[in-house]
């Protein structure tokens, strides 16, 4: 089963930023959440990764609760181009990535 | 190559072949999954390599389903007796060191297999 909630679509307008949501209430301590995207007809992207601190870098940030049950990927500035699914992931096991049906995100003009 | 290179990128095939798809990893990435990805639906973990180990094939829906990697270097899938339902594109993935540790997977663009 899937360690993460997130909502099948989002819109957003071009621009503005893009906030998407993660719910993973059963996190454990170790574990890391990640993100990636991916843009219809290309293999997923990584786009960034964080256990505890807030992260950024050139793509996105990532905003963990301090509790670590949930997490909110923020583009900053949306355009066209970010129109893609967004997985957000919690490692599993070693061996394993689980990606869900993740946030379809659709920037619009 | 700088990138995860799949071939071939589109592969239709007859029910009941079989079929081979090839993955070539990032030089010196040590890490290789397999991935299914059904129409509208998001990633099936397949399988995993990691070095010398014995590979996780925890994820492989049938035994019409095997891979083989030879090495830290390329990897196929094959598919037996293909049906219908294994219509998909196929998305393989390599990181540096595997799950190990907290890192990033590289994918490829994926094979679409079509089974008519």
């Known amino acids: 089963d899937a360690k993460t909630t997130q909502p099948t679509s989002m819109d957003c307008a071009e621009g503005r930023a893009a906030n998407l949501p993660c719910n993973h209430s059963?996190?454990?301590?170790?574990?890391?959440v990640y993100w990636y995207r991916q843009i219809h007809s290309q293999g997923p992207q990584y786009i960034i990764h964080?256990?505890?601190n807030n992260e950024t870098n050139e793509m996105a940030s990532l905003i963990i609760t301090e509790d670590r049950k949930s997490s909110t990927l923020i583009l900053p500035h949306a355009t066209l181009r970010d129109t893609a699914v967004y997985y957000c992931?919690?490692?599993?096991?070693?061996?394993?990535?689980?990606f869900g049906a993740g946030t379809r995100l659709t920037v619009k003009p | 190559g700088a990138g995860v290179s799949q071939s071939p990128s589109n592969k239709v095939t007859e029910k009941g072949k079989d079929v081979e798809l090839r993955c070539d990893p990032i030089?010196?990435?040590?890490?290789l999954y397999w991935y299914r990805q059904r129409l509208g639906q998001g990633l099936e973990f397949l399988i995993y390599?990691?070095?010398?180990?014995?590979?996780?094939k925890s994820g492989l829906p049938s035994d019409r389903f095997s891979a083989e990697r030879t090495g830290e270097s390329v990897s196929t899938l094959t598919i037996q007796r293909t049906q219908q339902e294994d219509s998909a594109v196929y998305l393989c993935?390599?990181?540096?060191?595997?799950?190990?540790?907290?890192?990033?997977?590289?994918f490829g663009s994926g094979t679409q297999l079509s089974v008519l």
């Open positions: 993935a390599s990181s540096p060191q595997g799950a190990r540790t907290n890192e990033k997977l590289f």
């Open positions: 059963t996190i454990s301590g170790n574990e890391y």
């Open positions: 964080g256990l505890k």
């Open positions: 992931i919690v490692r599993y096991n070693n061996n394993d990535m689980r």
């Open positions: 030089s010196g990435h040590t890490a």
């Open positions: 390599f990691q070095g010398n180990s014995a590979p996780d």
